[in-house]
Structures are given as structure tokens and as C-alpha cells.
């Protein structure tokens, strides 16, 4: 079950990078491309590269006990606040901004 959630996450993550480099970055389909396949591959091999260090070097216990730290700070690092300007659309006669980039 936890599988099926994370390759869905980890598609519904590709999809909307795909949209944003597109949209936001204007960058092209072989360029967007590049950068996706670039993502999926190290999501991908992260954990290979993750299970030769845990079981060369550091141990079960140790492994248990960093993988739980650096969840719980990704979790906090997402959950903070941050100061963005919202987007505008043009209908609303503002700036049209995305995060900044102007569109």
C-alpha cells in the first residue's frame, strides 16, 4: 500500500513540475523533459544509493534514528509559513504574477 501512494505522489509531483517548468519558466518540451527525467531518475536510485550507505556504514538503529529526524524536518520546513505573493490574474486588473515571475 505505501508503494502505491508514493510512485502516485511521486507522479502527481512530476506532472505538476512538467505544468510549472512549462508555464512559469517558459522553458522548452526537451529542456522540461531533461530536468524530469533528471528528478525521476534520482528519485528513483535515492533509495539504492540510501540502502548501500545504511548497511555499509551506519546500522538499523542509527538509520532509524536519522531517517526519523530529517522526516520530522522536511515536515516542519513545509509546514512554515511562507511569504508569497499571491497570483493575480488579469481578469482582477492587478499584476499578473506567479511567485514573483512575471507571466
Same mark, same amino acid.
Given at each position: 500500500?505505501?508503494?502505491?501512494?508514493?510512485?502516485? @505522489?511521486?507522479? @502527481?509531483?512530476?506532472t505538476n513540475? =512538467? &505544468?510549472?517548468?512549462?508555464?512559469?519558466? $517558459?522553458?522548452?518540451?526537451?529542456?522540461?523533459?531533461?530536468? &524530469?527525467?533528471?528528478?525521476? @531518475?534520482?528519485?528513483?536510485l535515492a533509495? =539504492?544509493?540510501?540502502?548501500?550507505?545504511?548497511?555499509?556504514?551506519?546500522?538499523?538503529?542509527?538509520?532509524?534514528?536519522?531517517?526519523?529526524?530529517?522526516?520530522?524536518? &522536511?515536515?516542519?520546513?513545509?509546514?512554515?509559513?511562507?511569504? &508569497?505573493?499571491?497570483? $493575480?490574474?488579469?481578469?482582477?486588473?492587478?499584476?499578473?504574477?506567479?511567485?514573483?515571475?512575471?507571466?
Amino acid at each position: 500500500g505505501n508503494e502505491i501512494f508514493e510512485k502516485l @505522489g511521486a507522479l @502527481g509531483t512530476i506532472t505538476n513540475l =512538467v &505544468v510549472y517548468l512549462t508555464a512559469v519558466f $517558459h522553458l522548452r518540451s526537451i529542456t522540461t523533459a531533461t530536468i &524530469v527525467n533528471v528528478f525521476n @531518475g534520482t528519485t528513483n536510485l535515492a533509495p =539504492v544509493l540510501g540502502a548501500f550507505l545504511a548497511d555499509t556504514y551506519l546500522g538499523r538503529y542509527a538509520t532509524l534514528g536519522l531517517a526519523s529526524v530529517a522526516s520530522q524536518l &522536511v515536515l516542519h520546513s513545509d509546514s512554515s509559513p511562507v511569504s &508569497v505573493e499571491p497570483y $493575480h490574474s488579469s481578469l482582477s486588473g492587478k499584476k499578473n504574477t506567479a511567485y514573483g515571475a512575471k507571466l
